[in-house]
């Protein structure tokens, strides 16, 4: 007999990684548990940091997680690290390639580290939609930092925003003439800049080009984003950048936008999980209500167009009184 979901958290809480492997897969998965999971974690979370490190492909992002996990576990109060590393989706399986796991294997048999690998399932904002909820499993389980990964998509990766509470932004020397093109993007969401593989041409000219971009638009009056050069392979530099973690993080706290960032994510999270329910209510009230059926099909005639059948489904008081019993189950 399979362990039941209050068996299983329990179980994480205590720090059993069997027990949080499975709880990740119910929320990954997304499935018909998951609102029972959440439910019994959500108040044992809060107390975890999350930390993002996003960028380009290449930038070394997966070797800048290691060794800042290094760094972490080597301190005198060795805080337990969970890690959410994004890696492309197999065109096969549809599930992660596992790239950055074999990169991190040097934490492999220290028991204060976890590291979950996961799909990017469709998304284009370089974090999966369930990365947030599996970052409050690692929280409740008593990780202390959670590392999320994106997974290297460029611009685009602008989710790691709503999800961390530190953003780390890699770049490498080579991204010099596309600093430009990044303002409306990474460069507006990084809390610190670190720009890797310094040991090659053009990093003091990267850092010279992000600095004048950051002085054109200062982020906020309270924290003045850091650039750091470093050779993660090496672990030069990594020290530095997680010192910056703990003085952004003290900054956020002080400044009372750590609180107002959490709750910006409670919200998000709601209007997230609303908006799942109603759409998985509106495709199972689709399949047995003659009235939907009818519109769809004069949709496929080209009788009326879908953001007009849209409007007229919400403005009918009895289809919407039906689809809300069926949500209500």
Known sequence: MPPSVQDLVDAASQGDKL??????????????????????????????????????????????????????????????????AVDPTSPFSGGAILGDRIRMQQHYKDEGVFVRSMATRGSHG????????????????????????????GQTELDIMEVADTVIVVLVPEAGDSVQTMKA???????????????RDGADKLSREISSALHLSPKQSWWDVPIFLTQAHKGEGILEV??????????????????AKRQRRGTMEFFKTVEENISTGLHGLLAGNDHLQSIIGRIHRGEIDPYSAAVEVMRNRELLSTWVETLGG
């Open 126 to 153: 370089g974090l999966p939609g369930v990365a947030s909820r599996a970052a409050t499993v690692m929280e409740a389980s008593g990780k202390d930092y959670i590392l999320l990964e994106t997974v290297g998509v």
């Open 185 to 199: 993007g990474l460069m507006e969401i990084a809390d610190i800049f670190v720009v890797n593989k310094a040991d």
């Open 19 to 84: 027990a949080l492997a499975r709880l990740l897969t119910h929320v990954e998965k997304n499935s018909p548990d998951v609102p029972a999971v959440l439910h019994l974690l959500y108040p044992k979370a809060g107390n975890g940091y999350r930390v993002g490190f996003t960028g380009p492909p290449g930038g070394g992002k997966s070797t800048m997680v290691d060794q800042v996990t290094k760094v972490l576990r080597a301190r005198d109060d060795a805080p337990a690290v969970g890690i959410i």
């Open 242 to 259: 997680t010192e910056a973690v703990e003085r952004h993080r003290k900054a956020l706290s002080e400044s009372g936008n750590l609180e």
